[in-house]
């Protein structure tokens, strides 16, 4: 027998013992050197139920706090419409208010990172001094996938500025109807522009690699966000174009109308998918089994996670939360893997654990819900960079990524009328002028420009709301030095024929709106929209400039103009406006809807048998640029 000296023995001891420890805390979901799967597989064996429910639910920040997060293990954190850390606030309280909730996540056992999300439907929209784009259907009249997909890099440069990784966008809805309040979200009325435009998938998310499987979630560095794609399915077709109505529609048409954007969305590797709020013939979307599990899960093999809209649970039984405990069981069972709640989570934590416990939802449910959710945050990169830092904050509002919005608003611009009869076209206006005249309650106002989901979730009427260009400032820094601009928003016609201006310049249109609060039966413009079209164009040569969501009634008024131009909701950048107007660019976008002459006409899209349009899908003026500079 060999003896050892008694120290040799304690060393060896220790060494045993060490060894033992770091085998025993050896966890093989935080190596990033193995496969994803394992890593999930890793985890998943590890949960409780308790933490598994906890990763199925997401919270407002309102209702958020490291405590929240670390007790109930809380899997997801989101900014409603407008809720912000405070106003005004910096990317730095962004960046502090997303960590301190993210710290709580940490400190749990297993220190699952939770996931932020927000609206990011036009730029990083909650956020002052964000740069806001078009919105999608100003977008969809540029025809251009590349400049989308550029906007999507920059959207998701700037919501990482604030340490954000995850964006509710892009809505791929095919608006057929006008009168509906989101159709503004809507790129286009023709599902093959929906398709070309999820084009912006692989600029929020990066490019998908050639060899990833098909439906498989991906999100590519730190620079870059998760994606959603909403609303499934069927949203912009409702009856009359109420929002969250019903969609009556046969399998084949919502398969054809409705579905192709969410093809390209999975082949781009689209990370998340929101359900819709609608129905599809009389079936609640958040209770529709066979097309949220049976066609996206199974059919298309979606790989991400499902995710209800804003406490969408709640509105599967009438009147809203009327049976709360049983939407649960019917909203899970369909196939939603994490829950907007947004703000009473024990409630749905109780409803839920309960189902599982009295064996109504199987626990194979509860885990592929969770294995999704973890997908994704893994292939992020959640697990290697829960916190987020000051190095990105530059890019909020670049001058880079304005640039890029005012390209998206020049190329967006449709020419729709350029001159009467026997006169020579309008556009492009001269410069030099000895006096021209601006008019109209959308020349000078940022809010009404950009539209709704603008800072607050209706948006908001005024300049203070964030930092941008009007219509009226551009076309001020535009025309020559000597040119004396006049402004008056609603001149009378008196006014108008003295002072002798060269020509005019009316901006009129919507005021903001979003989703049912933008519901309308008549589509009319906001007053004093058409007096002023009425007193200024009958009194001099005019060009109207349409700012709106969608087309609007126009038909008894454009016989008075000399031009006019559909601008869309343009957002922060309305120097595009200007120049086109003044022709340094030529006019090229086409209309992505068509325009009606009555509202009688509705719902009218292309290929319809009562087809006859004021100005059809697709039309659109061509300028080139003037020389006139």
């Known amino acids: 027998m060999v003896k050892y000296p008694i120290y040799w023995v304690a060393i060896l001891l220790s060494i045993c013992y060490s060894t033992s420890i770091a085998n025993a805390e050896y966890l093989k979901y935080k190596d990033p050197k193995q496969p994803i799967n394992a890593r999930i597989r890793d985890l998943m064996s590890r949960m409780t139920l308790e933490e598994k429910i906890g990763q199925m639910t997401q919270i407002e920040r309102s209702v958020a706090s490291g405590d929240v997060m670390n007790k109930y293990f809380i899997g997801s954190v989101l900014s409603g419409g407008g809720s912000v850390p405070a106003a005004k606030a910096s990317p730095e309280a962004w960046i502090s208010m997303v960590n301190e909730f993210q710290q709580g996540s940490l400190s749990t056992r297993l220190g699952i990172p939770m996931i932020y999300g927000i609206d990011a439907v036009h730029g990083h929209n909650n956020v002052y001094k964000a740069t806001i784009f078009p919105h999608n259907v100003g977008l969809g009249a540029t025809r251009d996938p590349e400049l989308v997909k550029r906007i999507g890099a920059a959207t998701a440069l700037e919501v990482r500025a604030t340490g954000i990784p995850y964006v509710f966008a892009p809505c791929i809805a095919v608006c057929r109807d006008p009168r509906w309040g989101r159709c503004y979200e809507s790129y286009s009325e023709d599902p093959k522009i929906v398709q070309e435009m999820t084009q912006i998938i692989p600029g929020l998310q990066g490019d998908i690699p050639h060899n990833s499987r098909k439906g498989v979630p991906f999100v590519g560095g730190q620079n870059k966000v998760a994606a959603c794609a909403k609303h499934y399915v069927g949203d912009g077709g409702t009856t009359t174009g109420i929002n969250e109505n019903n969609t009556v529609i046969d399998f084949h048409g919502l398969l054809t109308t409705h579905m192709p954007g969410y093809y390209n969305a999975i082949i781009n590797g689209v990370s998340t998918v929101m359900v819709s709020y609608s129905s599809w013939n009389g079936v609640k979307m958040h209770a529709n089994y066979n097309l949220i599990t049976g066609f996206l899960k199974n059919t298309l093999k979606f790989r991400g996670f499902v995710i209800s809209d804003w406490q969408g649970l709640d509105r599967i039984t009438s009147p809203p939360h009327a049976n709360y405990s049983m939407s ?92 009467k009869a026997a006169e020579k076209p309008m556009l492009p206006l001269p410069k030099k002028a000895p006096k021209i005249l601006v008019a109209g309650s959308h020349a000078d106002n940022l809010g009404n420009q950009c539209g709704g989901w603008t800072i607050e979730w209706q948006g908001l009427d005024g300049n203070n709301l964030t930092q941008g260009t009007t219509i009226l400032k551009a076309i001020k820094k535009t025309v020559d030095p000597k040119t004396e601009v006049v402004y008056q928003e609603n001149p009378d016609s008196n006014f108008v024929k003295s002072n002798k201006f060269s020509y005019a310049i009316v901006v009129v249109g919507e005021r903001p709106y979003a989703e049912t609060f933008g519901d309308s039966l008549n589509l009319t413009i906001a007053e004093p929209g058409y007096s002023t079209i009425k007193n200024v164009c009958g009194a001099v040569k005019c060009v109207v400039v349409v700012i709106s969501g969608r087309p609007v009634v126009i038909e008894p008024y454009v016989s008075k103009m000399n031009a006019l131009v559909a601008a869309w909701l343009p957002g922060s950048e309305g120097q595009g406006v200007a120049d086109v107007l003044f022709g340094d660019y030529g006019f090229t976008g086409k209309s992505p809807r068509t325009w009606f002459k009555t509202v009688d006409q509705l719902p009218m899209n292309v290929g319809d048998p009562h087809y006859d349009p004021l100005f059809p899908f697709g039309f659109g003026l061509t300028t080139k640029p003037s020389k006139d500079y």
């Open 328 to 419: 649960v069981l019917e909203g899970i069972h369909a196939g939603i893997d994490m829950v907007m709640v947004p703000y009473n989570y024990t409630e749905f934590i109780s409803n839920l654990t309960s189902h599982v416990k009295d064996n109504h939802i199987p626990m194979s449910r509860i885990d592929d819900a969770v294995q999704r959710i973890l997908r994704v945050k893994f292939q992020m990169g959640l697990f290697e960079h829960p916190l987020a830092d000051n190095s990105q904050v530059h890019q909020l509002g670049s001058q880079e990524h304005r640039e890029i919005a005012r390209e998206a608003v020049r190329k967006s611009l449709v020419l729709l009328k350029n001159g």
